[in-house]
Each structure stands twice: as structure tokens, then as C-alpha cells.
Antibody, heavy 122, light 111 residues
């Protein structure tokens, strides 16, 4: 069974850095041909892709947030860590991690974590 | 602002057939990138419903089907059931943005 779980501080102050950890089981990032990504969803709004990291350490970022994001993996711990700098109240959202797989011609998010609500407030 | 546009809401009576459109452009759906669909039940995480335009993961009822043509894609739900009340999102890749993009989302209501 494949599972992913997000963890990290759920309340951060404006200008602080957010650090979220995705701990997964049931698959490995090395070597496997899959990736792990982060997606967020502000309350009542649509999903927004943030970042991805693949088994070969290839990294992709949302162009609009690239300057604020870092993504790393710890293969031995089955974890992926996302950091987002200079947090603002508009960054308040549920943050999801999800496995990124390819089954036809393109990649998609085939298994999702439950998400963690991050609130940015002073 | 998303580059994939969906109707904000769609409704139907139990047993009816509804469709949800996902309109993109020549840099995403029209560039032959696949479209995937996710269902988000109230208070839960999204779940993949359709991948690769038309493929259903195991466990997804065949009442759900996907299609793609030109710069648009559609999700059809036949035999609508109360349990289908959820938000639905399309997703693809945009080469101009070099980004994975989600649609604006559609709320399905069963009357």
C-alpha cells in the first residue's frame, strides 16, 4: 500500500520560512522512475502545483514561486522536504504531497497525502 | 489564474449524464500533453479519476469517462449518484510556463 503524509508547523508568521516534510511508504525514490510533488489549495480555491523532485534528483518548480522554493529528498528516510521562504498570509492553504508517476505518455499525481493546513498569521 | 478553464458548477439529477469541460490552449492540451482528472470529495484530498485522457485507475467506476479533442478535454459522469457530489479538477502540462497546471475546478451538485 502506498501512503504519503505531510508534516510540519501549521502556523507560521509572515516573513518566516515554511518547512514541510512528506514521509512516504510503499515505494522508493531510488531508483524507481517516480517523483514526489507538492500541491497547495487555499481555502475554497483551486489546486496549485508548487514543486517536484524525481528519483534522479531532477527538480522542477512553479515559475511564479521558484525564487521562494527549495525541494530536497532523503532516500534513506523516504522523505521529501519542501521549504518556502518569506511566507505571507496569501500562502495560507492546505499543502499536499503526492507521488508523480507515468503510466501513458505523461506524468500525473497518482497517490496523494491527506494534506496539512498551513496558516500564515502574526 | 489558471490556464485551464472549467465551468464553476455543474448539476444534474440522479441517474443523469453530465459533462465537465476543461479548455486549454496550444501550449498545453493542444500541444498533445495528456489531461488527467481528479475528484475531491468534501474535506478530503484529491484522488485521480482519469489519467492519460481516457484511462481509469482500478476501482474507479466505469460511469466516469474522459475524452480529449483539440485544445479541450471533457469528463463525463453517467448514472449520476449522490456520492458523486464533489469538486473535479483537470490537470495537464504547459510548455510555455514549463509547469504542471490544474484547472479552475468544477463543483458537481446532485439535485
Amino acid at each position: 500500500q502506498i501512503t504519503l503524509k505531510e508534516s510540519g508547523l501549521t502556523l507560521v508568521k509572515p516573513t518566516q520560512t515554511l518547512t514541510l516534510t512528506c514521509t512516504f511508504s510503499g515505494f522508493s525514490l531510488s531508483p524507481s522512475g517516480v517523483g514526489v510533488g507538492w500541491i497547495r489549495q487555499p481555502p475554497g480555491k483551486a489546486l496549485e502545483w508548487l514543486a517536484l523532485i524525481y528519483w534522479d534528483d531532477d527538480k522542477r518548480f512553479s515559475p511564479s514561486l521558484k525564487s521562494r522554493l527549495t525541494i530536497t529528498k532523503d532516500t534513506s528516510k523516504n522523505q521529501v522536504v519542501l521549504t518556502m521562504t518569506n511566507m505571507d498570509p496569501v500562502d495560507t492553504a492546505t499543502y499536499y504531497c503526492a507521488r508523480h508517476s507515468i503510466a501513458t505518455a505523461d506524468w500525473y499525481f497518482d497517490v496523494w497525502g491527506r494534506g496539512t493546513l498551513v496558516t500564515v498569521s502574526s | 489564474q489558471s490556464v485551464l478553464t472549467q465551468p464553476p458548477s455543474v448539476s444534474g439529477a440522479p441517474g443523469q449524464r453530465i459533462t465537465i469541460s476543461c479548455t486549454g490552449s496550444s501550449s498545453n492540451i493542444g500541444a498533445t500533453y495528456d489531461v488527467h482528472w481528479y475528484q475531491q470529495l468534501p474535506g478530503t484530498a484529491p484522488k485521480v479519476l482519469i489519467f492519460g485522457n481516457t484511462h481509469r485507475p482500478s476501482g474507479v467506476p466505469d460511469r466516469f469517462s474522459g475524452s480529449k479533442s483539440g485544445t479541450s478535454a471533457s469528463l463525463a459522469i453517467t448514472g449520476l449518484q449522490a456520492e458523486d457530489e464533489a469538486d473535479y479538477y483537470c490537470q495537464s502540462y504547459d510548455s510555455s510556463l514549463s509547469a504542471y497546471v490544474f484547472g479552475t475546478g468544477t463543483k458537481v451538485t446532485v439535485l
